[in-house]
């Protein structure tokens, strides 16, 4: 089993920063660590993804080059830093706990948080 809780959403202005954190408790040493984004009436959309092992993390286009996942194994926490913030970045954040590394679909990751918002405005 795996907990997950995410944290650090809020409202930002266009082009801001922001950094979410998801902090695991459990056995996450056995997962790898997704990063996903839903807003109303959509499906939930992978953001990227990291190995609490190493390795290098993996993004979406959408978000490549804007947004950075890094890890702390001595905190069991992973981190979502968000710069260059764009409105269409605005929806509800999950962090998501999979034995798949290297997938990008919902279905394949196994434990999840609660969800932060982050609203971008223009």
């Known amino acids: 089993q795996v907990q997950l809780v995410e944290s650090g959403g809020g409202v930002v202005q266009a082009g801001g920063s922001l950094r979410l954190s998801c902090a695991a408790s459990?056995?996450?040493?056995?997962?790898?660590m997704g990063w996903f984004r839903q807003t109303p009436g959509k499906e939930r959309e992978f953001v990227g993804a990291i190995r609490w092992s190493g390795g290098r993390p993996y993004y979406a286009d959408s978000v490549k080059g804007r947004f950075t996942i890094s890890r702390d194994n001595a905190k069991n926490t992973v981190y979502l830093q968000m710069n260059s913030l764009k409105p269409e970045d605005t929806a509800v954040y999950y962090c998501?706990?999979?034995?798949?590394?290297?997938?990008?679909?919902?279905?394949?990751?196994?434990?999840w948080g609660q969800g932060t918002q982050v609203t971008v405005s223009s």
């Open positions: 459990g056995r996450p040493s056995s997962y790898a």
């Open positions: 998501a706990a999979t034995g798949n590394y290297g997938s990008i679909s919902m279905g394949e990751y196994d434990y």
